[in-house]
Nanobody, 123 residues
Framework: QVRLVESGGGLVQAGDSLRLSCAFS????????MGWFRQTPGKEREFVAA????????YYVDSAKGRFTISRDNAKNAVYLQMNSLKPEDTAVYYC????????????????WGQGTQVTVSS
């Protein structure tokens, strides 16, 4: 049974940075691609970033390119999202996910979600 616990969110001002963390409990973390998603009220969860099992390749939604960096530490069973130059439109609950596959540059997630971590960016 895989459990995902996100942390690191908070209230920041536009232009600030945050680093989100996701702790993975379960087996074979280093065989899975991992992703980050975000959701705002009334909208569907959207893909933000993904990283392959080895960390050798990363993928981003266009709005995150150049500002966000996804990384992982397989020794710690953790995946991270470094977010720089934050904008008010980045405000959302952020979730990490195990990817069934990365297709067309996007993580296709298993339906197994943690509680998420709230990121609020004020203007």
């Amino acid at each position: 049974q895989v459990r995902l616990v996100e942390s690191g969110g908070g209230l920041v001002q536009a232009g600030d940075s945050l680093r989100l963390s996701c702790a993975f409990s379960g087996r074979a973390f280093d065989t899975y691609a991992m992703g980050w998603f975000r959701q705002t009220p009334g909208k569907e969860r959207e893909f933000v970033a993904a990283v392959t099992w080895s960390g050798g390749a990363t993928y981003y939604v266009d709005s995150a390119k150049g500002r966000f960096t996804i990384s992982r530490d397989n020794a710690k069973n953790a995946v991270y999202l470094q977010m720089n130059s934050l904008k008010p439109e980045d405000t959302a609950v952020y979730y990490c996910a195990v990817c069934t596959v990365i297709r067309a540059g996007e993580c296709i997630p298993y339906n197994n979600w943690g509680q998420g971590t709230q990121v609020t960016v004020s203007s």
